[in-house]
């Protein structure tokens, strides 16, 4: 039997998630189009001024702070359900975010050989200001720039896009004549589109991690003395 949501009275946030995880197969629409369902998803609240576009559009832009929608890799105007984010949340509607990329991007700061022996961390999400947010920022052993993207599961080629988005912008504003810039995806499914798109730029590797867990009956070092 299918699902009924109460669309109605449903939380803007839940709303703005339901519509582009049920009604959009790319989970991707314009600022217009999101904003169109959600007023007429909810004439009450048109009628009783909760529902203005400029109070929507404050919303969104609310939501991308949140990281619970992303327009990285998107035309003007255009937002994604980010990767992660998983169905309601708790009983106030919040939204719940898978943290393994964010444990991911920190670990690799932490240990950049990890990626490639002589990486120096030069920044981790380094904001450019006006060209995205970048993961993780390092200088290899030749002095030159490191843009590293990383995505939880399978990487959409979108990413390509996006890397090169960043890459471009750190070869005009940060690096020297004499400083190359070169970009790394790392994801732990292959995807065979992403693979193509990769394959035809000597400058962006892929990369994939693996995450374990381990089950002891004592840690390591055990913090308690006899």
């Given at each position: 039997m299918m699902e009924m949501f109460d669309l109605e009275n449903m939380r803007g946030g839940d709303l703005i998630e339901y519509y582009l995880k049920n009604e959009k197969k790319d989970h991707?629409?314009?600022r217009d189009e999101i904003i169109e369902f959600v007023r007429s998803s909810q004439p009450e609240h048109v009628k009783n001024g909760y529902r203005t576009r400029t109070g929507l559009t404050s919303y969104l832009s609310k939501l991308k702070n949140k990281e619970i929608l992303s327009t990285d890799g998107l035309?003007?105007?255009y937002y994604v359900l980010a990767e992660g984010v998983v169905g309601n949340g708790?009983?106030?509607g919040s939204f719940n975010q898978v943290s393994l990329e964010k444990d991911l991007?920190?670990?690799l700061a932490s240990?950049?050989?990890?990626i490639e022996n002589g990486l120096?961390?030069?920044?981790?999400e380094y904001d450019?200001?006006?060209a995205g947010r970048i993961d993780l920022l390092y200088t290899d052993k030749n002095g030159n720039f490191v843009v590293v993207e990383t995505k939880k599961g399978k990487g959409s080629d979108r990413v390509v896009g996006q890397i090169q988005r960043y890459m471009g912008w750190i070869n005009r504003n940060l690096a020297k004549k004499d400083e190359n810039v070169r970009g790394i995806i790392i994801?732990?499914?292959f995807d065979e589109w992403l693979d193509y798109a990769v394959s035809v730029n000597d400058n962006i590797q892929l990369k994939y991690y693996e995450v374990k867990f381990v089950v002891k009956d004592t840690l390591s070092e055990n913090p308690v003395s006899e």
């Open positions: 991707t629409a314009h035309e003007n105007g708790g009983k106030d991007i920190n670990y240990d950049p050989s990890q120096e961390l030069r920044e981790k450019t200001k006006n994801v732990n499914e």
